[in-house]
């Protein structure tokens, strides 16, 4: 996809409207105001979606905002072709242009299997051989069958990544907790050692499972927190051959993550078509499937997709994910 020329925003009609209105308008907008003069405001500026689980409630109108604001920033959203790149996108066109690559994210929670296409290449079948692969493991880790190296099972995970490899697996396990099924979920991202320490100083290396995520196995801030657990680890097993036990990777690069003591067949790959700010939908969520289990983390999947599909098709005026990203 060639790159789309587009105006300054701020050189744009729309832009310069809501610029105006602003000037005009922004001191006396008032939220008593708003409903007191417009009973019906609720019901203008909410979106209700039905859900196989109940309902979704979208409320923005405890916004400073109005019906005619509203109108302006839908209006600047068309002319910024903010429709034509959402199409763009689920065709699998190349929309982050600084990087030239895809955004696909939408491919790894696509429940209904339906073909996407990388460069002419359906990549679902790869999607969904992730998906099995970790399907597999979160099973025997749960079960209990997978045993650490003195034949005990995992209790707790600790994830090493940063960035999109932790907030966002962070995020949702803490915000899952009631959906618990599995081992306990512990994250490290700061290279400072006392942020390791202190999360290992209460772990068994006996029951202690490590996910390292990093997709060419050379970050730095990754590799050096997971060279120091393996240290940590290795104090006390004192056997080279029993860190293939205790830690998975996250990553593509096979060369490295056996030498680094992992076994190829407990590496589980994710794409670059993935940003980072959406990767625990792909195998950087192996943390959150281990913790809720991976019925849940389809679950999790499932709705990911719904939302996907709502912003597909959605009319703008009565789409939740176009009115969050322009109010």
């Not at 696509?110 to 079948?125: E, H, Y």
């Not at 995970?157 to 960035?163: K, L, S, T």
């Not at 962070?170 to 999360?199: R, W």
């Not at 290992?200 to 499972?209: F, H, S, V, Y």
Request: proline content about 3%; glycine content about 8%; aromatic content about 10%.
């Amino acid at each position: 996809m060639a790159e789309i020329k587009r105006p300054l925003l701020t050189s744009e009609t729309a832009w310069q409207n809501l610029q105006k209105y602003y000037d005009e308008n922004g001191s006396k907008i008032n939220m008593p105001d708003l409903f007191a003069k417009d009973p019906a405001r609720f019901e203008k500026l909410s979106i209700n979606l039905l859900t196989k689980n109940g309902e979704l409630l979208l409320d923005y109108s405890k916004n400073l905002i109005n019906v005619e604001v509203l109108k302006l920033l839908f209006q600047l959203a068309r002319d910024r072709k903010v429709e034509e790149m959402r199409q763009a996108m689920f065709s699998g066109e190349k929309i982050n242009f600084t990087q030239d690559r895809a955004e696909l994210h939408i491919a790894v929670r696509n429940r209904s299997n339906t073909p996407i296409l990388v460069n002419g290449k359906d990549v679902m079948p790869d999607v969904n051989k992730v998906l099995q692969h970790m399907r597999e493991f979160t099973e025997e880790v749960i079960s209990g069958k997978w045993k650490g190296y003195t034949g005990k099972s995992i209790t707790d995970v600790v994830n090493i990544g940063i960035g999109g490899s932790d907030l966002g697996p962070l995020m949702a396990t803490e915000a899952l907790q009631p959906y618990q099924k599995g081992p306990n979920a512990h994250f490290i991202s700061n290279i400072d050692g006392t942020h390791l320490a202190k999360t290992l100083k209460n772990l068994n290396p006996e029951t202690t499972l490590f996910i390292i995520a990093s997709k060419t196995f050379t970050t730095q801030e990754t590799i050096t927190n997971a060279e120091s657990a393996k240290a940590w680890f290795l104090a006390v097993a004192k056997d080279e051959s029993a860190v293939g036990k205790h830690f998975v990777a996250l990553s593509t690069n096979s060369t490295l993550v056996k030498a680094f003591g992992i076994d190829e067949k407990n590496m589980f790959e994710f794409w670059d078509w993935v940003g980072g700010g959406f990767s625990l939908w792909s195998a950087i969520g192996l943390s959150i499937a281990l913790f809720i289990g991976m019925d849940n983390f389809e679950e999790l999947l499932s709705g990911g997709h719904f939302m996907d599909q709502h912003f597909c098709t959605a009319p703008l005026e009565q789409n939740v994910s176009m009115a969050m990203g322009t109010d």
